[in-house]
């Protein structure tokens, strides 16, 4: 527990900064508390981005997204701060986050939130999920 509440997204150097490529992460495992209800929500977070100068190092972003489960955060909420928090630390050229919300009270939802830099041309995949459930 201390090593998630202590925990800092930590950036990488990119080894391939000259080159656009696609960086897929899926975290099958995204917990958090409904702000209404104190009930837990349950969802796949899928990150694509093009890196530019730096990439994220993966062990501080499982204890970045670990520090989720015990908040009380709205699926839009979590999703863009997800996002703004990845943005202001890598600068990527490109980035989106997804929200995979498991059902709940019969709905579905599914939260999008895109980042590009200016004048960003190059790959923008279209969401997609390769892993179809939780392997830990």
Same mark, same amino acid.
């Not at 970045?64 to 909420?77: C, K, T, V, W």
């Not at 960003?120 to 999920?129: A, L, Q, T, V």
């Given at each position: 527990?201390?090593? *998630?509440?202590? !925990? ?7 080894? !391939? ?7 897929? =992460? @899926?975290?099958?495992? $995204? ?10 929500? $349950?969802?796949? *977070? ?11 190092? =993966?062990?501080? =972003?499982? #204890?970045?997204?670990? +520090?989720?489960?015990?908040?009380? *955060? ?7 701060? *997800? ?5 202001? =630390? #890598? ?7 997804? +929200?995979? $919300? !498991? ?8 939260? $999008?939130? @895109?980042?590009?830099?200016?004048? &960003?041309? +190059?790959?923008?995949?279209? &969401? ?9």
């Amino acid at each position: 527990m201390d090593e *998630i509440a202590t !925990n800092r997204l930590e950036a990488w150097p990119n080894p !391939n900064p000259e080159r656009d490529y696609v960086v897929h =992460l @899926e975290i099958p495992e $995204f917990t958090c508390l409904c702000p209404r209800s104190g009930f837990p929500d $349950f969802a796949t *977070i899928v990150i694509d981005y093009v890196p530019d100068r730096s990439v994220v190092e =993966l062990k501080s =972003l499982k #204890l970045y997204i670990n +520090g989720y489960r015990d908040r009380q *955060i709205s699926h839009e909420a979590a999703t863009n701060t *997800i996002l703004n928090d990845l943005v202001t =630390l #890598l600068e990527p050229r490109w980035m989106r986050v997804a +929200g995979d $919300f !498991n059902v709940r009270g019969n709905i579905k939802t599914i939260i $999008f939130a @895109e980042y590009a830099a200016p004048n &960003y041309s +190059g790959p923008r995949p279209e &969401y997609r999920r390769h892993m179809t459930g939780s392997s830990l």
